[in-house]
C-alpha cells in the first residue's frame, strides 16, 4: 500500500516510464525491507531491558502520552 501511494503521489507526476517505475518500487520495497529488520533489531535488543522494567516504561510512556494530549486541547 505504501509503494502504490508513494509511486502515485511522487514518482508518476514526473515519469510515466514503466523501467523507472519498476526501480523506484523495488527501491521502496528494499528500504521498507532494511527498516522493518532494523525495527526488529532493535526490538530484539531493548526486549530484556523492557521485560524488567515494563512497569515504569509503561508509567513513563503514559505520561508521555497524556502530555501530549493536554498539549493538543489546550492549544
Not at 514518482?11 to 516510464?17: A, L, Q
Not at 527501491?27 to 531491558?49: N, P
Not at 521485560?51 to 508509567?59: G, M
Request: some cysteine.
Amino acid at each position: 500500500m505504501f509503494g502504490i501511494t508513494a509511486l502515485t503521489g511522487f514518482v508518476t507526476p514526473y515519469s510515466k516510464v514503466l523501467w523507472i517505475l519498476i526501480g523506484v518500487e523495488f527501491l521502496i520495497a528494499t528500504i521498507g525491507t532494511i527498516a522493518t529488520f532494523t525495527w526488529i533489531g532493535g526490538g530484539l535488543l531493548i526486549q530484556e531491558f523492557y521485560s524488567r522494567h515494563y512497569r515504569i516504561i509503561n508509567i513513563v510512556l503514559a505520561l508521555t502520552l497524556l502530555e501530549c494530549i493536554w498539549s493538543m486541547l489546550c492549544t
